[in-house]
C-alpha cells in the first residue's frame, strides 16, 4: 500500500509492477505464473467484459461452455496446432485417485474440443452459421510470468464459429477484429492499429490470423487481441461436414479470435503516470469517488449528508459514485490510494465548501482542480467524464503518431526504434529468413503487415511486395 | 431433437436426461464427467448468475479471482478437509514439458488458496470483513456423472469471508443462506427448506453447514446451496490472524458459501413435464416467442411486419421477446421445440388473427390457450408471465407441503418415503450410528435438522433432542 512507485523513465517494467500492485489490480500467487485478481482489477475485467459481450450479443453470438480438459489425442489431429502449443500445456495424469488412461490437457485454448464438439452439431447448411462465444479461463505454462501480461492461468473470452463458405468466415473473422479495435478505442481509450500477422505469428492451425497492436508508452508494442480464419484446417482435423444446399457434402469453414485479462495490463500501460494507473472513465468501476473533510463532530453530520446527497444524486445519473467514509483514514491518505487506484474524478467536501454549496473536483488524469456549484452537479461530473475519456484517447493517438515512422534504411530502422520508438513501417521482401534476421538485430518483430506497396526490403535490398509495421512488443 | 422424451411415471432418470437433451441445455463431452453447456442451458445461467450477482453486491460482497491450481501441500493443511476431498482431486504433474516438482491440485473449491492470501491481506481488525465472491469453474472427479447434477467439472460462485468474531461470522453465513433461499424461491419457483446439517454431512473442515434442500418431482431431496461457518479451522491451518482493537493478536472466523450449476438440475426436475422442461419467466431466457403462420408470400409480408412491431413492443416493455421466423421449419416443428425448451409463452399470428388484430398465447405450464387483443398487449404478457411464475411456485410449494410428513415409527417411516416420498420429519437420537443405520436400511438421509423438540429416537427408541428431515436425495 504505502509501496512507492519507481518512475515510468527510471524503469518502466517496475513501475508498471509497482502500479498494478499499489492500484490493487492484482498480485502473484503461491502458483508459479498464477495471479490472483483483486477486486479493483476483477471490477475492472468485469466492465470490460460487459462490453464486449454486448457487442458479441448484438452481432448474433450466444455464449456457451466448454470443457476445461481436453484429451491429449485431440490436439495431435492438428500438427501445427499441437506443436504450437505442446510447451506450453499443463497436464492432468491423475483423476479421482488414479492415473488416468489418457493424459488430459488443461485448456490452453478450445479450437480441438469445440471442433470435436461442431462435428456433431453440424449436418446441414440449415445448422450454419454457428455464432458461439466461451468466457473461460485457459492455461499456457509460462516460465517469466508478470502480471496480466503473461500469465500460465488466465481468463479470456474465445469465440468459435463455422461457416459455410470462406467468404463468411472471413468477414465473421474481420467483424470480430473491428469489434475489437472498437472496443479498445471507445472503452479503454486506446487507439489500436489492425491488420494481418505475418506466417511466422500466424496461430497455429489458422489460415490467417488478424490482430489489434496497441503502443505502449516505452514504445513497445502490445497485441491485444486476435481473430484468426481458421479456414478448413480444424473442420479436416474434426470432421466438421455439412451437406450443402446443392446436395453435396463439404467441409464447413471456421473462425476463432479471442481477447484475455491482457487488456487489463495494457490500460494500466497505456495510460498510467508516475502516482499510478489511471483508468478511462467508461471500464472504471468507480468513476467518482467524494472525500468528506471534517473536524469537528458537528461538521462531520452536516458534511455526510451533503456527501450521501451527491452520491444519491450522481448514482441516479448513472454515475459509479463512491462515498469514502472510512473513519480510521485521513483525507490525504485517501487521495493517495483513489489515485492509485487511478479513479477518474475526485470530489473533496469540507464544512466551507457546504457553505457556498460547492465541491472541490480534481481530475486524475490532468491534476486539475475546479470548485463546481452543486446545481448542476451530476452534468458538470458527466462532462468531465466524457472529457478525461476523450483526452486519454487523444493523448495515445498523438503518441501512436509521433511513434509511427517510416525507414528506408536498416540505420534509420535501428535509430527510430531507439527514438521515438513505437512502430516502424517498412518494406519487407516477404520471407521467414528476412524477418527473423531483422528480430536477430532489432528484437523487433512485424506486429502487422500492411497494405501491398511495391518496394525495396530494408534489410536485404530485395524487391517487397508489402511493408510491414515492425515494433519491440510485449 | 426428434429424441422421444421418456414420460416421468415411466423412469424418472431418463426423463431427466431426455428432456435436458431435447431441451437443448446440455450434453457430455468426450471427456468422462464434463459436459458441454449449450447455448440455451448457458444463457438460463447467466440469468441466475445475474440474480445472485446483484444479491452479492447489494450486502457488500465483491467479485475477485483466485488461482485454479493449488499446491497439493496446501489441502494437506486442513486434515479433514483434504480426507474429504482426496479422493476426488484432478492432479496436474506436468507443466510446460517437466515433472513439476510439487503436483498441483485442480480446485475442488478455494478455501485453501484464498485461506492463504487471506493471511496476507488480514493485519488489523481494520481488514476485516473481507467480503468477497468468486464465479469459477471447479473440479471433482466424478464416477457416475449426470449432468448438472453431478459433473466432474461445474460452474459456481463460492463466497469466502473473513470475520472478527464469530457472531459475525455466524451472521454472515445465515445471510447467505437466506439469500440462497429467496433466489431460490423467487427467481427460480422452487421452495426450500433450510436448516443446519448433520455433523456426518458437514463440509469437510467447516464448524457448521447449513444448506437448502428442495424436493424434485420424484420425491427425492435435492441440496441446491450451502454456507458453512468454517469456524477458526481454516484461520489457524492458513494462519489469518489480526491486531484487534484491545491490541490483542487473534485468529479470524471465516465462512464460504456456495450454488452452482446443480441449480439448472433442480429448476428442470421441479418444474419439466413430459413434454420437456417448464421454465420459470424470470429465469428463462426467452419468456415469449412468437411463431408466425401464413402460407402465401402477401400473408408473410403482412403477418411478419406486424410479428415484428409485436416483438419491438414486448421488448421496449423489458420483455425477452424472441420472433422465430426460420424459413426451412413450418410451425409444427416450431412449437414442439420451444416447449421442449420450456419457453413460458408461444405467441401465434396468422392472417386471419391480423384481421382480428388479436394474437393467439399458449401457456407452456398450463397448455391454455386465448386469443389477445393487440390492445395492451404487453400488459397482458406481463400479468401472464407473473402468473405462471407465481403458478409454478405454488405448485411446487404444495407438493412439498403434501410430501413433508411426520413418522413415529420405522414402519411409519419407510411407507412414507414410498408414498408419497419427499421429507420424512422424525425423531433421531443424535448419534451418527443411528444417523447411518437409517441410511443402511431406508437409503434416506438426514437433509436438515429440526429445531429441537424432545422426543424418542424412531429408529433406537433412545430419548432424542431434535427432529430431523430424512429424505432420499440427489
Redesign the interface.
Known sequence: MSLKITPRSEDFPRWYQDVVQSGQLAEN???RG??????H???L??NVQAALDRRFKETGH??????????KS?LDREAEHVEGF????????????KELEEP?V?RPTSET?IG??YSKWVQSH?DLPIL?NQW??V?R???RPRLFLRT??F?WQEGHTVHANEAEAEAETLQMLDIYAEIARDWLAIPVRTGLKSKLETFPGALRTYCIEALMQDGKALQMGTSHNLGQNFAKAFDIQFQDVDGARKLAWTTSWGVSTRLIGGIVMAHGDDKGIVLPPRVAPVQVVLVPIFRKDEEKIAVLAEANRIIDELKERGIRAKLDDRE?LKPGPKFFEWEKKGVPLRLELGPRDLADRKVVAVRRDTGEKEALTFDGLADSMVERLDAIQAGLLQRAEESMAARTNEASSMEEFEALLKEPGGFVLAHWDGTEETELAIKEKTKATIRVLDDEVPGTCVLTGKPATRRAYFARSY
Open positions: 500467487s503461491p502458483v498464477c495471479m490472483v485478481i483483486k477486486p482489477g476483477y471490477a475485467w468485469e450466444e455464449n456457451a461452455y466448454f470443457p476445461l480438459f481436453i484429451p485431440f505442446a510447451p506450453e500445456l499443463a497436464i492432468v495424469t491423475h483423476g479421482g485417485g488430459l488443461v474440443i470435436h464438439t440449415r458461439i473461460a479461463n492455461v505454462w509460462e516460465l500460465s492461468e481468463l480510521q
